[in-house]
């Protein structure tokens, strides 16, 4: 009778240990997945981590084997305390993806701002009909414009011009006639189009998505392109392009403008580009600070 006693004691034992083994065991793995998946949030908040802990846990502490401990109810608590992080880093991952594409559209409206077309007059071309049926060229003689009229320092020029025929008269030797006696006719040219700047637009546009999309690629970030996205892109660029963009696109698309002006009536007029006489300089001095500004407003 003591034999068997004995054996079921002893047996008694070893079931005793065998369950406190497992049960050291399950809390031990169950202490290690919470805290790693903890860190590794607390870390970097991110989908892709957790999935690699999960993984590498899942692999490495608990091969699945038959009387293997299952991971599913270690994970149950790690899971829901990743899941707010998962989703605020997904919110704010949406947030950056957007902003990034509604720069580049941003920017397209920049471009397309800046090379809309303009018009302005071809000094070479227009032309001075005089009173006595002679006919001029304005820019060769040293009378150019801006615009369609004649101010009143080329004014004076081209009535001495169709009365005495003479240029070039600073030192008011000739009196200026007291009525005007001539008729300008201005070539006016565009410089761009719609079209031109549609299609560089377009094509900034284009070049700018396709490479955030190689980059989404290369970094595994998902996001989707639906009508409600682009939609948002579009109304977020268009308020990043009124706030930030509108001010310098609107000073260079100016610039450009006032430049190709400049430099057709020196084309025009002086042809290699230097002044002559002082009161040229200063006629231009005195126009193009205001001309910059009107365009600016």
Request: proline residues 4%; hydrophobic residues 45%; glycine residues 4%.
């Amino acid at each position: 009778m003591k034999a068997p006693t004995t054996n079921i004691i002893k047996s008694t034992k070893i079931i005793n240990a065998d369950a406190i083994v497992k049960i050291l065991l399950k809390t031990t793995v169950r202490l290690i997945l919470q805290q790693t998946v903890l860190f590794s949030i607390n870390v970097r908040p991110t989908n892709l981590t957790v999935a690699k802990v999960y993984l590498w846990l899942r692999t490495f502490l608990l091969p699945c084997k038959k009387n293997a401990i299952t991971p599913i109810t270690l994970l149950n608590a790690p899971i829901i305390y990743a899941l707010p992080v998962q989703i605020n880093s997904m919110k704010l991952q949406n947030i950056i993806i957007v902003f990034a594409y509604a720069c580049i559209f941003a920017i397209s409206l920049a471009v397309l701002y800046i090379l809309r077309p303009f018009s302005y007059t071809d000094n070479d071309a227009s032309k001075l009909q005089c009173e006595n049926d002679r006919i001029y060229n304005t820019g060769p003689n040293y009378i150019y414009t801006f615009g369609t009229k004649l101010d009143s320092f080329n004014d004076m020029k081209a009535r001495k011009l169709c009365a005495y025929d003479i240029i070039w008269d600073y030192g008011g030797n000739y009196k200026t006639p007291g009525s005007v006696n001539y008729k300008l006719s201005p070539v006016i040219k565009q410089e761009s189009s719609w079209s031109d700047a549609t299609i560089i637009a377009l094509g900034v546009l284009i070049t700018g998505f396709l490479t955030s999309n190689l980059i989404l690629r290369f970094l595994h970030l998902k996001f989707g392109h639906s009508l409600i996205n682009l939609a948002i892109i579009v109304i977020s660029g268009s308020v990043v392009f009124l706030i930030f963009l509108i001010k310098p696109s609107k000073e260079i698309y100016c610039a450009n403008q006032i430049a190709t002006k400049v430099m057709n009536i020196r084309n025009a007029t002086y042809k290699n580009g230097i002044y002559k006489f002082t009161q040229e300089n200063e006629w231009f001095k005195k126009m193009v600070g205001p001309l910059y500004q009107a365009c600016i407003k």
